[in-house]
């Protein structure tokens, strides 16, 4: 999970359709009003921009191998009727977390209010377990609600694509151990840091894991002597930790 940034309300959503689309609902619970074809495909499009084309909660990418986008109310359209089409309740999410989190009321992170990383970390005992850090538990919650620790459908995907990057990094390392400086070896590592920037799918575990990669710190090191540490690497690895966790070690 990462931070988000709301952007305004889609024109379609106009106070008309809202207080209708409402009172639609309020007559029938069975309704998606959500899904009208009067506000449908803009709200869909609008919320894929928020989340650049993931689920707003475990970060898979969405429309693809089945994972179709489907609309969560973060308050509980069953006990908020008033917000079941109110912009700033609305999130993209896949089927598995939609369901998952469901009509849950304790607090949860909301990504487009709160900082994830101030109530998630990333287990150090193994580097694909969330646990919640807050004090209020408020990532135990959100980490528990949504099962972001599933482990075939969220935890196994995070390590398949962390895996494949950090075989990668130990190439190029190697590489340049034995050849030295190439233009083509820092060109790899900006595709890799590209992997774990915010548009990327399970985002915030692939930048943490990067970011404490032996391989990945010996590629800068190495960079950084010969001065080809470049302005946009150091780009690269400021968004890579906008978007990290925190390690934890559970005593």
Not at 9 to 38: F, G, H, I, M, Q
Not at 128 to 157: S, W
Not at 226 to 247: C, H
Request: aromatic fraction near 8%.
């Amino acid at each position: 999970m990462i931070k988000l940034e709301r952007e305004g309300c889609p024109k379609e959503l106009t106070r008309e359709v809202r207080e209708e689309l409402t009172r639609l609902y309020a007559e029938n619970k069975d309704r998606d009003v959500w899904n009208s074809p009067k506000i449908k495909k803009p709200l869909k499009d609008a919320l894929l921009r928020m989340t650049r084309g993931k689920c707003a909660y475990c970060e898979c990418r969405l429309n693809i191998e089945s994972k179709d986008v489907t609309i969560d109310h973060f308050l509980p359209k069953s006990t908020h009727p008033n917000e079941v089409v109110q912009w700033e309740n609305l999130f993209p999410a896949c089927l598995r977390c939609n369901r998952e989190k469901k009509d849950y009321e304790k607090r949860i992170v909301n990504p487009c209010e709160d900082r994830p990383q101030d109530y998630i970390g990333l287990d150090v005992r193994n580097r694909y377990f969330l646990r919640g850090i807050d004090r209020d538990g408020v990532g135990k919650n959100t980490t528990t609600a949504i099962k972001l620790n599933d482990i075939r459908r969220v935890m196994v995907p995070r390590m398949i694509e962390w895996e494949e990057i950090r075989q990668r990094l130990e190439e190029i390392s190697d590489d340049m151990q034995k050849d030295g400086y190439k233009t083509k070896y820092r060109n790899r590592i900006e595709v890799l840091m590209g992997k774990c920037l915010p548009d990327a799918s399970y985002a915030a575990v692939k930048a943490t894991n990067m970011l404490d990669d032996d391989c990945y710190q010996k590629i800068k090191n190495f960079l950084k002597d010969m001065g080809k540490w470049t302005d946009k690497l150091e780009i690269l690895e400021q968004e890579m930790k906008s978007v990290s966790f925190v390690w934890i070690r559970m005593v």
